[in-house]
């Protein structure tokens, strides 16, 4: 499946600077150090056909076959956990708009009937100030490896005709754009829109790592996932320290 970049450069106008790689480690890794050095700033963006060393949230590895669409952008003067939920919004309404059912799973994955299509990773880039956000999305059931099977799943796999990725790309980062634009005002309507996408919450969930089991309740106006312990006590989640489970019955 190709990808059309001057597409891609003509959708999304002036407002981005997009550059495609052939080949790369990691859009995040490479869009981090360019920002750092001074190469790359807000507004960069980094979209490659492949990755040979794709990185997902808490350390772990984001398998990057030909096919799928890994794109990491500079954000600048926002809190990096407000950005995964912009993102994952974006995201959201871009599926949706595509006919799609998605459902965002706190804090940064997107699922289609329980299968992981996307992960956002949202890196600080150190100055306070700007933020590497990076989206992976699989296009193609064929392209994901089998141990990975289980749980993740392509577009393909739940449409007839396969949105064009150039397409699908320069809509997330429109609506990254305007939904980081109505700032501060639309906080809260963006949270809003992030906990319709959220199917978990009234539902128990496992705390991996601790092993606990709360009930998630609500999301605040940070993205933290508010949940209730089993003693009846608030518990906070931030996404940068925990992943969760949703405990299912059937
Ligand atoms: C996760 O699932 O935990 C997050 C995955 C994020 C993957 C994207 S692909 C583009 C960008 N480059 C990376 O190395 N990671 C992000």
Do not use: K, S, T, V
């Given at each position: 499946m190709v990808l059309d970049v001057s597409t891609l450069k003509k959708e999304v106008g002036s407002a981005w600077d997009v550059h495609l790689f052939e080949e790369i480690d990691s859009t995040n890794t490479r869009l981090l150090e360019d920002v750092k050095r001074g190469k790359a700033d807000t507004g960069t963006v980094y979209i490659a056909k492949s990755q040979s060393a794709g990185r997902g949230r808490l350390g772990r590895s984001f398998i990057s076959p030909d096919g799928g669409l890994y794109m990491s952008f500079c954000a600048g003067d926002i809190q990096h956990a407000l950005s995964t939920v912009i993102c994952a919004v974006a995201v959201f309404d871009t599926l949706c708009s595509h006919g799609f059912s998605p459902e965002i799973k706190w804090v940064n994955d997107i699922l289609i009937e329980g299968k992981k299509i996307c992960g956002i990773l949202a890196q600080s880039t150190g100055d306070g100030k700007r933020a590497v956000i990076g989206i992976g999305i699989n296009?193609?059931?064929?392209?994901?490896p089998e141990e990975l099977g289980g749980i993740a799943a392509g577009l393909d796999r739940f449409c007839r005709k396969t949105p064009k990725k150039e397409l699908v790309a320069s809509e997330i980062l429109k609506r990254y754009k305007t939904l980081s634009d109505s700032l501060p005002d639309g906080r809260d309507r963006i949270i809003a829109r992030y906990k319709e996408g959220v199917?978990?919450?009234g539902h128990k969930v496992t705390v991996l790592g601790t092993g606990e089991t709360v009930l998630a309740t609500d999301v605040d106006s940070t993205g933290a996932l508010i949940t209730l312990t089993e003693d009846g006590k608030t518990l906070r989640l931030t996404s940068g320290e925990v992943s969760i489970r949703k405990i299912t019955t059937n």
């Open positions: 296009f193609i059931d064929a392209a994901i199917a978990l919450l």
